[in-house]
């Protein structure tokens, strides 16, 4: 079992930054890819960003590519998401999720490949 806890969510205005971290707890932190996912109302769960297992690949949605940076701390169990340039359409409630290696998956950008989830952190960007 792995429990993921996130944080660093808030209020900001658009063009701002936004860091938010993913703390993880219970497994071996580098036995899994992590992933950031995001939610507005309304909307499905959406794939922002995910990360390998050694912090050497990274896969983005276009929505965020350039704006946006994952990365991960393996000795600090965290994964981190840095926003810059925060638009109003980034609004969303933001989950970091964890997927076990070495059982054969090899997608990173979607959610029903991820085994752990955390509760989730709020964004909100107004215009």
């Known amino acids: 079992q792995v429990h993921l806890v996130e944080s660093g969510g808030g209020l900001v205005q658009a063009g701002d930054s936004l860091r938010l971290s993913c703390a993880a707890s219970?497994?071996?932190?580098?036995?899994?890819?992590m992933g950031w996912f995001r939610q507005a109302p309304g909307k499905e769960r959406e794939f922002v960003a995910a990360i390998g297992w050694s912090g050497g690949s990274t896969f983005y949605a276009n929505s965020v590519k350039g704006r946006f940076t994952i990365s991960r701390d393996n000795a600090k169990n965290t994964v981190y998401l840095q926003m810059n340039s925060l638009k109003p359409e980034d609004t969303a409630v933001y989950y970091c999720?964890?997927?076990?290696?070495?059982?054969?998956?090899?997608?990173?950008?979607?959610?029903?490949?991820?085994?752990?989830w955390g509760q989730g952190t709020q964004v909100t960007v107004s215009s």
């Open positions: 219970g497994r071996t932190f580098s036995n899994y890819a």
């Open positions: 999720a964890a997927q076990t290696l070495g059982i054969g998956r090899t997608r990173l950008d979607r959610e029903y490949d991820y085994d752990y």
